[in-house]
């Protein structure tokens, strides 16, 4: 119905662009191919299209087509329909799932807002559910950024390009689709989001009307469901450019909305140090990604919650609780706090809250707990989470380096470790009230762990 007012794309004839189907994977042409001839339309569109044009590996293959997907069953055996919000076609070969999206329509009529099955909005204008079909043209014009909205046209290896997504390709642009750039943002405050994780991911700058609002929009993601901000913390984070991502978001307000607790503790210096422990967990799990090393959740929200935690169990400390309490509790309040932001599924808090609850159990070197500890399931997270405290300067390295070197040791070594090495032992210390000192003022990095677990955390704490 809306057809005749479509605009015309830019159409790039395959000579005249770099994507190979060598490039593309087998399965999503295997998609294309059948779509294509089924008689349908079928276009690759989005970061894969948007990536093979850059020349990087996308992470993944999402095709777009005018036919529905009752009609994509049709063609595809190995075909679930999934989504409420966007109804979906996934086409499983194996482990890969490639997503088939019936192109939607933009013009979503007033009238039947909040009320048809097919479109519901919030009274603030975020879409809560999109399945109104259309054209290629208005599909196009309903993504996000112009780059994403770029489609590779199985039936004649064109590329198409409705809304200026090549140019911003050119000149390493982000750029919203549309004019009314808030509303846009309105829609789907996740964008905001999106816009600095493509901005880092791509190393393109946010276009100027796109990047004003953001401060000012920032409230709008507390709208988001906090499940779905679960999953777009892991795209920022676990991709290799977290720390850039981390320091954008803290530019424009958005980190706040995900991580407060964490965001208010930024804002303190401690004894003249900024804190510096969620830079350098990321950086160190960027690096990791970098390496191909693995990186899981637990870890990173253990990272990115660490200085409520530390701060909370300080003061539960100094008002006199014990020091496995104050920890269990300090994981407790802040992970609990946390969920109405960004909610962590119960199978990575678990593990997240033990990555804490270890931490003052490493400074007990005495005795059979450092045998008992190296058997913890957890114990090597912990330690690891160890290694980068030390590294922020928030323990002492020492303890760190004591830890890898027990975990070589033989078992001759260990004993002596953990019973002979008086010169190592820690000094025991008049059983002193729990404290918070540390602003003893001595050098490098090592004062904050006598703050955090010198004295009621240490080998002289209970038991
Ligand atoms: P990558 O997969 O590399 O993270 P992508 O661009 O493919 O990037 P996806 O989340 O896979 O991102 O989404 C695929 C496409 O769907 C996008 O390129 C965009 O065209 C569209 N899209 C995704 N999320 C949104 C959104 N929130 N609003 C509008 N369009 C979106
Ligand atoms: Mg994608």
Redesign the pocket.
């Known amino acids: 119905m809306p057809a005749p007012a479509d605009p015309e794309p830019l159409i790039v004839p395959r000579a005249e662009h770099s994507i190979s189907r060598s490039n593309i994977s087998p399965n999503a042409l295997r998609v294309l191919y059948r779509l294509r001839d089924a008689g349908h339309a079928a276009c690759l ?4 299209v ?2 093979l044009l850059l020349g990087h590996e996308p ?2 293959f ?1 095709v777009a087509t005018d036919a529905t997907p009752e009609e994509v069953r049709q063609v595809f055996r190995n075909c679930r329909l999934i989504g409420r919000r966007f109804r979906l076609a996934h086409v499983f070969f194996g482990p890969e799932i490639i997503e088939v999206a019936t192109f939607r329509g933009t013009a979503i009529p007033a009238g039947r807002d909040g009320t048809d099955d097919d479109v519901l909005r919030t009274e603030n204008g975020m879409i809560l559910r999109d399945n109104v079909y259309g054209s290629i043209a208005e599909d196009a014009l ?3 950024f112009t780059v ?2 770029l489609y590779y046209n199985i039936a004649d290896f064109s590329v198409l390009d409705y809304a200026g997504g090549l140019a911003d390709l050119k000149a390493g642009r982000l750029r919203l689709i549309g004019d009314d750039i808030e509303a846009r943002y309105r829609e ?1 405050p ?2 905001m989001l ?1 816009a600095v994780r493509f901005a880092c991911k791509l190393g393109f700058m946010i276009d100027g009307p796109c990047e004003e609002p953001l401060a000012d929009l920032a409230a709008l993601l507390a709208e988001v469901p906090a499940a779905r901000l679960f999953e777009e913390v892991l ?1 920022l984070f676990h991709a290799g450019y977290g720390l850039h991502a981390f320091e954008k978001l803290r530019h424009y307000g958005l980190f706040a909305q995900l991580f407060p607790a964490t965001d208010a503790c930024l804002a303190c210096e401690e004894q003249a140090f900024p804190m510096v422990f969620v830079s350098r967990g990321l950086d160190n799990t960027d690096r990791r990604v970098l390496d191909g090393k693995s990186v899981v959740p637990p870890f990173l929200f253990a990272v990115l919650l660490w200085e409520p935690v530390r701060l909370r169990y300080q003061a539960l400390l100094a008002g006199g609780t014990p020091w496995a309490d104050a920890i269990a509790l300090a994981s407790q309040e802040v992970a609990s706090a946390q969920q109405r932001h960004v909610a962590i599924p119960k199978r990575f808090g678990m593990p997240m809250r033990e990555i804490w609850s270890l931490q003052p159990r490493l400074e007990r070197r005495q005795g059979r707990r450092p045998m008992a500890l190296l058997g913890h399931p957890r114990f090597r997270a912990a330690y690891d989470f160890l290694l980068l405290r030390a590294e922020a300067g928030e323990v002492d390295p020492e303890l760190a380096e004591w830890w890898t070197r027990f975990q070589d040791a033989n078992a001759g070594d260990r004993a002596k470790m953990t019973t002979g090495g008086k010169k190592r032992r820690p000094r025991r210390r008049k059983p002193k009230k729990a404290t918070t000192d540390g602003a003893g003022g001595a050098s490098g990095g090592g004062e904050h762990v006598a703050g955090m677990h010198g004295r009621a955390a240490g080998d002289d704490g209970d038991g």
């Not at 569109?45 to 894969?48: E, N, R, S, T």
Request: a positive charge; charged letters at 65%; zero cysteines.
């Open positions: 569109v989005g970061g894969g948007r990536d992470k993944d999402d309903r993504r996000d994403n909205a789907d996740v964008r999106r795209k």
